[in-house]
């Protein structure tokens, strides 16, 4: 099977962007109706997946650029037209927007219902344009903000509880799932971190992860695949909308929770103009969707690669980061002793990089303009959807070497200049979020607790031993083994 080497490099691309040529995007959306469904069968249940969807178009027309439709198509979305953008030059301009908009284009194509959260338009579905961007966005700031001093002992709290009850299970049964015991611990930690609560000790208990992940199903149904036989999925998931009363309770008692919990984070919210109610869904929505749903791909992704990665590397992160540890943390944890752990600040890069937990992102063209990539230029219009790819982007071959493989030390040193091109939070690592653009409020802290979640592994193992499989959302995690320090 070709990779993603193979595509960039059928095209003649040149390294100047001064001598590319303007040429007609490529490629075509078909018969009105019936070609946006059976690009949608394909998609979903093509050979090779989503990544040959898109690798076998770039190598048709010669391009990494291209018109295609995107899922899901008809009945759900009206208009699957996008320009696809699968390299890393192209792939920016959906962050810019002086250029492109982002309204209610969060989850593509389609919007979910205002009804699955509480009849508002909830932050990740505004432009920056809108005045209430900024207003909610200067309410997540303020959260986390607020939670700042509580990370690290929570994090550590709350791992320390989730590797005893791995261990214990080990002990029992020889091998431990990760996936679910994992996300009532990241659901857990978030809960002490925002809000100095424990979901587990409320009326919501241990049902907090379920109940987001129902929830999370009705928003992204049309462009998820659950494993279903293809006739029934594409009848349930992505040809219909799943109705919004079937879940309203559940998301009931996840509202009242942070009903509950969220009394200061609400009371400023009040401070910058927004009413409690639209706090709240906006707080559930940061938190559970963006977050939580986050975390939810993330950490079991993070395992996978440093599982692949092997015993060597185990080995060199369990000496930089106890040595960090206890030259700079006096024998804790602190930003200090993290601040000087740099192989393991390239291994989470380096998983965010290979593996986005996000791969698409939407735009639209909110003028003409011209895009480039690395051998063209191409005209845009007005009104124009584009739709970036970002595992192409983040693999681009004239931008990283080996940029299929998993390259632990690739950001350290001179490679840190490599982090522009690492985008998995609406725009690159190297710049930050505010109420002008549309990266993710939470980028530093993502990037903080899976540092964390590195950290606290290696300051406990030598090294760990574990079954990769499938989920719907990522990678499957079981532990055959921990192997406790040995120093």
């Known amino acids: 099977m070709q990779n993603i080497h193979t595509i960039f490099s059928h095209s003649k691309m040149n390294q100047s962007s001064e001598s590319s040529p303007l040429r007609t995007i490529p490629g075509s959306y078909g018969i009105p109706f019936l070609q946006p469904i059976k690009d949608r069968l394909e998609y979903f249940y093509g050979t090779g997946g989503q990544d040959e969807f898109f ?22 979305s009206s208009n699957p037209k996008v320009i696809v953008l699968l390299d890393a030059k192209s792939f920016p301009i959906l962050f810019d927007v002086s250029k492109v908009e982002k309204k209610d284009l969060f989850t593509g194509t389609y919007m979910p219902s205002t009804k699955l959260t509480g009849g508002y338009r909830v932050l990740s579905y505004l432009d920056p344009s809108e005045p209430r961007h900024a ?10 903000k607020s939670s700042s001093n509580r990370v690290i002992p929570q994090f550590e709290t709350t791992y320390n509880e989730l590797f005893q009850d791995l261990e214990t299970e080990l002990a029992k049964n020889g091998k431990a799932p990760f996936n679910d015991i994992g996300e009532q611990a990241a659901f857990r930690f978030l809960g002490r971190a925002y809000f100095d609560s424990n979901p587990e000790e409320t009326k919501l208990g241990t049902s907090g992860p379920s109940l987001i992940t129902s929830w999370v199903l009705f928003n992204l149904s049309p462009s998820l695949s659950a494993g279903l036989p293809w006739f029934l999925e594409e009848l349930v998931l992505h040809t219909f ?49 963006n977050t939580f749903g986050g975390l939810k791909i993330l950490f079991p992704s993070t395992l996978k690669w440093l599982a692949l990665a092997g015993k060597d590397l185990h080995a060199q992160l369990a000496e930089e980061i106890r040595s960090a540890i206890n030259s700079y943390g006096n024998g804790n944890v602190t930003m200090e002793a993290i601040n000087h752990m740099p192989l393991m600040k390239s291994v989470v890069y380096e998983v965010l990089r290979i593996d986005p937990p996000v791969p698409p992102q939407y735009a639209k063209a909110k003028t003409d303009f011209t895009i480039e990539s690395h051998d063209a230029t191409f005209q845009v219009k007005q009104g124009e959807m584009l739709f970036g790819y970002q595992p192409f982007a983040t693999k681009d071959p004239k931008v990283f070497d080996r940029p299929e493989e998993f390259v632990p ?37 993502i990037v903080m607790i899976t540092r964390l979640f590195v950290v606290e592994i290696f300051r406990r193992y030598d090294s760990f031993d574990v079954e990769i499989g499938e989920s719907g959302l990522g990678a499957s995690i079981t532990f055959k083994s921990l192997n406790k320090a040995s120093s």
């Open 55 to 76: 690798r076998s178009r770039a190598k048709k027309y010669n391009s990494t650029v291209f018109r295609a439709n995107m899922p899901p198509g008809p009945f759900v």
């Open 135 to 144: 207003q909610l966005k200067n309410l997540l700031f303020f959260m986390l």
């Open 241 to 289: 909308r799943l109705p919004s009363f079937l879940i309203k309770s559940s998301y009931k008692k996840l509202y009242d929770y942070f009903d509950s919990v969220a009394t200061t984070v609400v009371e400023h919210a009040e401070t910058l103009g927004v009413p409690k109610d639209e706090a709240l869904h906006n707080i559930l929505f940061a938190v559970c969707f």
């Open 409 to 445: 030390d690739r950001f350290v040193g001179d490679g840190e200049a490599l982090l522009k091109y690492v985008m998995w939070s609406n725009g690159p690592e190297t710049e930050s979020p505010t109420i002008s653009n549309k990266q993710c409020a939470g980028k530093d802290f």
